[in-house]
């Protein structure tokens, strides 16, 4: 088994996958000048065996091997993998890194596969571990007129499908769209994206792919495009991810890389297996995120001369309730671990669910306080460029000095403008919002999740009923 380095992971990229960005073929996206801080975002991943050895490092037959993939096998084990998010999210400025995402995948892959397709899964995860891979995850089909399903559609690749089999392989068509970290990734694990049933066997399919595999092109998006400075972008500069439209044009599959092959039956709980995880995932990896609201609220209002205000108190009262009831919920889904299928522990899916959702619905009243507190500033504050020209820096330390420096005013303005008002802080809303599900599956999930057998039983004895 290896512990890759940063350089090893960056190394393996150079390979002859096709990427396309602002229409254009990109050649090699370690060395892109604006895939490049993507990359080493994600490198975080691998830096974090020496920062965090006791966290991110354990022994698997006497081989040192990344913890990402350990499969949980108690409840400590949960514990420690979101402790293990989270720092690794703190390096990345409150952003997910990732090895998070692949390792989601793979434990759901060992609980809800069966048959030739685990042991399919149980090969590939040894890989993974011996090989320290980076793996993204395809799930979300591009879905078409959804009100219809996978076989409805007038054009049937809408749902990623299989168009051919032999002996040996499963040929695909089709696309995964929202696909993150596709670009600097090693491989894809291609997942199910919902419930199927009798008509859909095509589109009932799971696999994983190197990334430079022929007949896979990824479309990146452009969001947050551009050359970004440190002293207007903070974050956004440092902490970037590559997002796709990942299209399949009759790609060839292996059938030792195939974990699902046409099962309906199989669809759904592989990718609430997924779930399970994936939200696991995503209350851990916001954890400090919430630190970063409530850390950036505390020095603009001292900043701003108003930490004493009463307006300002009941503002950061709300902030704090907010986060410490997510880092609450988070702690307590790994607490209520329980055994899941094939041995392979899983986080209390209505804890889980409950988190997510109440981080989401939470986020926008939360960066309303930030900008409140903030002021206009955030949109109508100098730029690097008038910063880099001393007399200029001259004028603009003088008149936006506040209970503080100017200097110091506008680096505060600025990381806050770059988490709530710029481009970066749109694509946080929009996570809040529909990554790792959206409010109407977290809703889903904890109904779903909450046993009402013994509230019902409690009341009809209560009332006298007869049940």
Known sequence: MVLRTPDQYKAGLKDGRRVVYRGKTVKDVVEHPELASAVDHSALCYAIHDRRPDLAVTEIGGDPTSYFWVPPQTADDLH????????????????????????????ALLRATSGRGLANAREFVDRVRREDLALCVGQTDVKGDRSKGPSEQADPDLYLRIVAEDADSIT???????????????????????????????????????IDTP????????YMAGERTAFEHPLSSRHKLLESL???DDVRVPKDRVFVN?????????????????????????????????GAAVLVAEANGIAKAGHVKAKLTELITWAETVRGLAELSAL???????????????????????????FSEATQHLIDLAGGLLITGPGADDWAVPEVREVLEKYYAGAVSGAERLRIANFISDLTARDYGGYQRVLATHAEGSFEAEKLQILRSFDTTKAVQYVSDLAGLSR
Do not use: C
């Open 80 to 107: 420690r993998r979101g402790r293990l998010i989270e720092e690794v999210s703190r390096l990345g400025g409150g952003t997910i890194v990732l090895k998070e995402v692949g390792s989601d995948a793979l434990f």
């Open 172 to 210: 695909v068509r089709g696309a995964k769209t929202h696909t993150s970290f596709s670009a600097n990734a090693d491989e894809i694990v291609v997942l199910p994206t919902r419930a199927m049933g009798p008509g859909d066997e095509p589109y009932a399919v799971s696999f994983a792919l190197p």
């Open 215 to 222: 007949g896979l092109t990824l479309y990146v998006s452009p």
């Open 246 to 248: 990942t299209v399949f």
């Open 262 to 294: 046409g099962d309906p039956a199989e669809a759904g709980p592989l990718a609430l297996a997924f779930v399970d995880y994936h939200r696991f995932t995503a209350i851990n990896y916001k954890l400090p995120l919430l630190d970063q609201v409530i």
């Open 336 to 362: 209520r671990a329980t055994e899941g299928e094939n041995g392979v522990w899983r986080p209390d899916p209505l804890l889980v669910n409950m988190a997510k959702y109440h981080f989401a619905h939470g």
